[in-house]
């Protein structure tokens, strides 16, 4: 098992400090806080603020805090109206979307459908189930003020699961003009239609982004479920608190100078647990898969033969003892698509599983042809769920004989840097690592990171188009059993070409105070509408 590398008490005393003077600073605002005010510590801090330009978690938080969908999961995983209804032709070639009445933008305008048109195809250019969408699309057009109509070539039956996936990039509305920005640029504004408007005055990246609730949202009738139903804001501000060293977080949240702490360290449990006030449960029961990425553009991973080597160097119980540490909330699991699952298969997967591969990737490595070229590796030290992977990998890679550049950073510069694809002598990388939630990865059109799209595709440009072939043949799969196979199939030639390594899953709780009431679970949390705080 590896430990986490412990810093000495002098470095660890000044980071507390430093700490307790943002919490400070992001507390006195400069705007005073009328109403009922919600003080959260989120996973990351915030900075980038387009939620079609990253696939990075916290930038989806933000999107469901000012942005709205056409449709939404509920908790049953059936697809329910948000912004619009739908209907289907008989020939299954045509879904007639018609907006609600009473949709604004947060500067007054109405929303219209082509509005609508034009955010679908800007996430759909990105986005691997938008993409796939896409490649059985005819047209997609506004046929008057409120209707979207999508006409498809063939029959596709994941057309609302596609346009209403819960998590990473969502296919969130914004206004034309915004959602006419390229997707690899990031959008001048932020205006939406959703339950809060963003605070641009006082966003301040690194420390606090803030957010109002919008007085002219119409929420749905229905009660909320998931990201569906009515999103109804009870109280009137939140704010987003960066604090980077857990303790002071765990303190603000004992002393209830915050409301709510997403992530909560593992080792703090039993103190929180012991803290009545407080609440703590995992919001997102589906839980997240933790993963290891490489480059395929540069030396030394274009070669199969050295990522097979890292491949076979690394396991996922070391991985997970370190990110984890406890059985309650870690599992070993060697399936791309998520263990329990309808998808779910270990082919492939053995020594990450067993734990048996180093004796296999040192001579691997030595037959591969690598030249010792150094692994660039990004490694966040400001999220607690990031940690542990990146100097673990190290390690083992190191044993394998690999040589390891561990290059220490912050989660959004690693955000930032993971699409560029300079070599790693010009600010590139050769590895990094990310978690997803198991909706973002639970079959082969979601799993974003399974593609082989080449530099078309996510981060590290995987080039496979037998990869490609099989999911066009998932979709088009007549019965379950068919898709499970081809499910297996993929996974297969994943695992042989390391398109990515999945090293296990974990769930992650979440604490707050007892004086917030209606907090939501599901895959894509936290969610602020629903929740009330007493004072």
Known sequence: MFKLMRRGPRAFASKLALSVVALSTALASPVLAAGKTITAVMHSDLRIIDPIFTTAYITRDHGYMIYDTLVAPDSNFKIQPQMADWKISDDKLTYTFTLRDGLKWHDGAPVTAEDCVASLKRWAAVDGMG?????????????????????????????????????????????????????????????????????????????????VKNNDYMPRKEPSSWTSG????????????????????VNAL??????????????????????????????????????????????????V??????????????????????????????????????????????????????AEAKKAL????????????????????????????????????????????????????RASQKPPKEGGWNMFFTNWVAADVSNPIANLSIGGQGKKGWFGWAENAKIEKLKDDFVRAASLDDQKKIAADIQKEAYEQVIYIPLGQYLLPSGWRKSLTGVLDGPATPLFWNVDKSE
């Open 131 to 211: 993409q796939k969408l896409l490649d059985f699309t005819a047209s997609i057009e506004a046929t008057d003020a409120k209707t979207i109509t999508l006409k498809l070539k063939e029959p596709y039956g994941l057309v609302l699961d596609s346009i209403g996936k819960p998590s990473s990039r969502v296919a969130f509305m914004m206004p034309k003009r915004l959602a006419e920005t390229p997707p690899d640029k990031q959008i001048p504004e932020q205006i939406g239609s959703g339950p809060f408007k963003f605070v641009q005055s006082e966003f301040q990246p690194g420390v606090k982004a803030v957010y």
């Open 230 to 249: 009515g999103k109804v804001v009870k109280v009137d501000r939140v704010e987003w608190i960066t604090m980077p060293d857990s303790q002071t977080a």
């Open 254 to 303: 004992q002393s209830g100078d915050i409301d709510f702490m997403e992530n909560l360290p593992y080792d703090m449990l039993p103190l929180l647990e012991a803290n009545k006030e407080i609440t703590i449960e995992v919001s997102n029961k589906f839980g997240f898969q933790t993963l290891g990425r490489m480059n395929f553009l540069h030396p030394p991973f274009d070669n």
């Open 305 to 358: 033969k050295v990522r097979r080597a890292a491949f076979l160097a690394i396991n996922q119980k070391d991985v997970l003892d370190a990110l984890v540490g406890n059985a309650k909330y870690q599992k070993i699991c060697g399936a791309f698509f998520v263990c329990d699952t309808p998808f779910a298969t270990e082919v492939g997967g053995e020594t990450l599983v067993k734990g048996n591969g180093m």
């Open 366 to 417: 030595a037959e591969s042809g690598y030249d010792g070229t150094p692994i660039v590796i990004m490694a966040p030290g400001d999220v607690t769920t990031l940690k542990a992977q990146p100097i673990v990998a190290a390690q083992l890679l190191r044993e394998a004989g690999f040589k390891v550049d561990l290059q220490a950073t912050d989660w959004q510069t690693v955000v930032s840097r």
